[in-house]
């Protein structure tokens, strides 16, 4: 027999997966990695750090599930997205610490882009907001700030990539420095009509292209890793929100999912038609196969699961992520008690970078049941903030959510989600679907599945959640949630 190994490479954890044909897991491993904070509203990873325990869990996984590297017909990859590396091409050694998405150091960066008039070349020729989420000013920040990093850009003597292209190095041992089109997308850089570097947002970055990646299909064989003396083909490669679309197998136009993990990923799939968004929403590329784009709209919450563990490890109200759903369900609602959980700014449909994390209605009848409730209900409701701005957009009403991630093991907040979308919230029975959808990339590139529709066969619901809330309670939660938002803006 053989099996598809997928990288997930996230924001808090490296984790490795073996699946079979039927898109079932047969072992899985993972390994956390510091957050570093090197000041308020930095967010930093250590590259080293992240291809280490990559790397292990690759070969731990291998070893749980009693697999060798020759039983492996490709591997797939997906990563968080929009975080920055910056290496030397001769040594493969980082030239400082990655930037993660979270990070809003280039805020003011993109502010001066915005009053110089650049918003609209952005939005135009890359889909996206002028946002200090994305990877472009974070490169430019590391040539401006790293003594001599530009000349020796330039000579292309360094190599920039977001994870994918990072892991790729390091699997191919320098062999190759290629990014999937799904990534690139995020990247302030890749017009997503060309399908190709824009060197005009290159030159109003003071970026040279001898730096970038080649980019290459979501779908096809791209280089071969070495593992255990065996070269396995790499055959799949996207960002993780683009890979939970094709496992949750939204290979459709019309068909959306929300990803709960450390934030929540929105997108809605829009076929071949890059949708330009007039709601704050972004156009990204879903992925590229056999050459040609399709396109998703999509909308990001910034904090989704990182609150829990905020609740965790910075108050600790808990003592494991599991318990917050008992704690939360201790009181029968949120006690008139909201959190808005901006701790690194709001994302769609608001991106304010300046916006705070607050709690706003306590009083002293307040618990600590209403706060982790007040937490739970926040992931919901900006999740619901971003589907309303997205059913404008498209001019479609959502029939059901599909969701994914780790989140979604709560029945408390999916109930909660289905309550104020006031739509069916469908679970599947293979919650991993993000590495589950870059296993699909890669398995269809080699032929360990025929088609989308073979994949999506093997998709399958765990549980419907069904709104049972009324709309005037509804109506009453949304309006403090937004009262709360308006309050935690423009803070910083």
């Not at 430019?140 to 990539?161: M, S, Y």
């Not at 599991?322 to 701790?343: H, R």
């Not at 971003?386 to 709560?410: H, K, P």
């Not at 989308?452 to 309670?473: C, I, K, L």
Request: charged share 20%.
């Amino acid at each position: 027999m053989s099996f598809i190994l997928a990288l997930d490479q996230g924001t808090t954890s490296s984790r490795a997966l073996i699946f079979d044909r039927s898109g079932s897991v047969r072992a899985v491993a993972q390994r956390e990695f510091r957050q570093i904070f090197p000041q308020p509203g930095w967010v930093e990873h250590d590259p080293a750090e992240i291809w280490t325990t990559q790397s292990a869990v690759m070969h731990a996984v291998l070893a749980k599930a009693g697999v060798h590297a020759r039983d492996i017909a490709a591997i797939g990859i997906t990563n968080q997205r929009e975080t920055t590396v910056l290496w030397e091409r001769a040594t493969g050694q980082p030239l400082a610490n990655a930037i993660v998405w979270q990070d809003r150091r280039t805020a003011p960066l993109c502010d001066a882009l915005r009053a110089a008039g650049h918003a609209a070349t952005f939005a135009e020729k890359t889909g996206l907001v002028l946002d200090a989420y994305f990877s472009g000013t974070k490169l430019k920040w590391l040539l401006d700030h790293v003594p001599g990093a530009r000349d020796r850009a330039i000579r292309g003597e360094l190599a920039f990539g977001t994870i994918d292209a990072w892991l790729v190095w390091n699997l191919t041992r320098g062999a190759a420095h290629v990014t999937d089109a799904s990534n690139a997308s995020r990247t302030l850089l890749f017009n997503i009509h060309a399908g190709d570097w824009d060197d005009a947002l290159l030159a109003l970055l003071d970026i040279p292209r001898a730096v970038l990646p080649q980019v290459v299909d979501s779908s096809g064989v791209c280089a071969k890793a070495e593992i255990d003396g065996v070269r396995v083909p790499i055959a799949g490669i996207a960002g993780d929100q683009q890979a939970a679309l094709f496992g949750q197998a939204c290979h459709a136009p019309g068909l959306a999912k929300n990803t709960y993990g450390t934030g929540c990923f929105l997108l809605l799939n829009t076929g071949a038609k890059a949708m330009a968004s007039t709601n704050n929403l972004v156009t990204t590329v879903a992925w590229r196969r056999a050459g040609a784009l399709d396109y998703a709209l999509e909308g990001s919450v910034f904090i989704a699961g990182a609150v829990v563990q905020w609740l965790r490890d910075g108050l600790g109200l808990i003592r494991s992520a599991a318990e917050i759903e008992a704690l939360a369900a201790s009181v029968p609602d949120n006690g008139g008690v909201y959190l808005v959980p901006a701790f690194a700014g709001l994302g769609a449909p608001h991106w304010d970078p300046y916006a705070r994390g607050a709690i706003f209605g306590l009083t002293r009848g307040a618990t600590a049941g209403h706060i982790a409730r007040a937490a739970l209900e926040a992931i919901a409701l900006q999740s619901a903030d971003v589907l309303a701005a997205m059913q404008r957009d498209a001019g479609i009403t959502l029939s059901e959510l599909r969701v994914d991630g780790g989140a979604t093991a709560n029945n408390l907040l999916m109930q909660f989600q289905a309550d104020v979308l006031g739509v069916p919230v469908v679970r599947p029975q293979v919650l991993e679907t993000t590495a589950l959808g870059a296993g699909y990339l890669a398995g269809l590139a080699v032929g360990y599945w025929q088609d989308a529709a073979d994949v999506g066969a093997n998709w399958r619901v765990d549980r419907r959640f069904e709104p049972s809330m009324t709309q005037d309670r509804v109506a009453a939660i949304r309006a403090g949630w937004e009262k709360a938002v308006a309050r935690a803006k423009d803070w910083a």
